[in-house]
């Protein structure tokens, strides 16, 4: 029309400025996912590298493999949410798998004298929805991918059962990191979690206190102190066995 000159022979309503117009809402992401973002990003920040791994889990990578024995009560029904079918993983790592079995069964050779009982080997064989973050760091731990040093984390969606209501649900995400190097001590782990504290959550005021956890060996336990909250649990932590 412009180029043409046929806008000569137009005519125009008049056209007001000042005139109000409808609010137009851009779309944005939701605060949650805008949150778990922001802590990838500073995990990336800090040299840590992203772990990742099948939500679809086998108890060998999920429990076994942490030295959580068998019979203990987190794997019950109502924990953990099992795989009708297919029942089975079948590409579980044969030695690693038969290691763990003696490090459950008698402590394979460490200082350790195991949980004392008769590993069974099909039911590390099933599947069930991955119920916690630290399977992944397990994975890594086994890999032949895994650099020493290194650095690694990961934002995993984890299921666990629970009575659904305005602070709970059946799936969550847990926030999982590990470093790997020769010659680190447990000063390094509470440097690192006062670092965690204060990076992550601005907190001003955090303590660490022992805890238990099969899989580590010493445990600790980090909380930050809220404002109008008091005290608040950020995470459990330890050195691998």
Same mark, same amino acid.
């Given at each position: 029309?412009?180029?043409?000159?046929?806008?000569?022979?137009?005519?125009?309503? +008049?056209? $007001?400025?000042?005139a109000k117009l409808p609010e137009i809402y851009g779309g944005?992401?939701?605060?949650?996912?805008?949150?778990? $973002?922001? &802590?990838?990003?500073?995990? +990336?920040?800090?040299?840590?590298?992203?772990?990742?791994?099948?939500?679809?889990?086998?108890? @060998?990578?999920?429990?076994?493999?942490?030295?959580?024995?068998?019979?203990? #009560?987190?794997?019950?029904?109502?924990?953990?949410?099992?795989?009708?079918?297919?029942?089975?993983?079948?590409?579980?790592?044969?030695? *690693?798998?038969? /290691?763990?079995? =003696?490090?459950?069964?008698?402590?394979?050779?460490?200082?350790?004298?195991?949980?004392?009982?008769?590993?069974? *080997?099909?039911?590390?064989?099933? *599947?069930?929805? /991955?119920?916690?973050?630290?399977?992944?760091?397990?994975?890594?731990?086994?890999?032949?991918?895994?650099?020493?040093?290194?650095?690694?984390?990961? !934002?995993?969606?984890?299921?666990?059962?629970? &009575? !659904? $209501? +305005?602070?709970?649900?059946? $799936?969550?995400?847990?926030?999982?990191?590990? &470093?790997?190097?020769?010659?680190?001590?447990?000063?390094? *782990?509470?440097?690192?979690?006062?670092?965690?504290?204060?990076?992550?959550?601005?907190?001003?005021?955090?303590? !660490?206190?022992?805890?238990?956890?099969?899989?580590?060996?010493?445990? =600790?336990?980090?909380?930050?102190?809220?404002?109008?909250?008091?005290?608040?649990?950020?995470?459990? #932590?330890?050195? @691998?066995?």
């Open positions: 029309m412009l180029r043409t000159g046929s806008w000569k022979k137009k005519g125009f309503r +008049a056209f $007001d400025v000042k944005r992401k939701q605060h949650y996912r805008a949150f778990l $973002d922001e &802590v990838k990003q500073r995990f +990336a920040a800090m040299g840590f590298i992203e772990m990742t791994g099948p939500i679809v889990e086998s108890e @060998f990578w999920d429990m076994d493999v942490l030295f959580m024995p068998q019979f203990h #009560s987190a794997r019950d029904i109502h924990d953990a949410y099992y795989v009708k079918g297919p029942k089975y993983a079948d590409d579980l790592p044969k030695e *690693l798998v038969k /290691r763990v079995a =003696a490090s459950h069964e008698h402590g394979e050779g460490t200082a350790s004298r195991g949980w004392r009982y008769r590993f069974d *080997l099909k039911r590390t064989a099933r *599947l069930l929805l /991955r119920t916690q973050g630290t399977a992944l760091s397990a994975r890594t731990l086994a890999s032949k991918e895994l650099k020493i040093p290194g650095r690694y984390f990961a !934002i995993a969606r984890c299921f666990r059962y629970d &009575v !659904i $209501d +305005a602070t709970h649900n059946c $799936d969550f995400f847990q926030t999982e990191g590990i &470093v790997v190097e020769e010659g680190l001590t447990i000063k390094h *782990l509470f440097g690192l979690l006062e670092m965690f504290a204060r990076e992550f959550a601005d907190a001003d005021e955090i303590k !660490i206190t022992p805890a238990y956890f099969p899989f580590t060996e010493p445990s =600790a336990t980090l909380y930050a102190r809220h404002p109008e909250l008091g005290w608040i649990e950020l995470g459990g #932590s330890g050195i @691998f066995r």
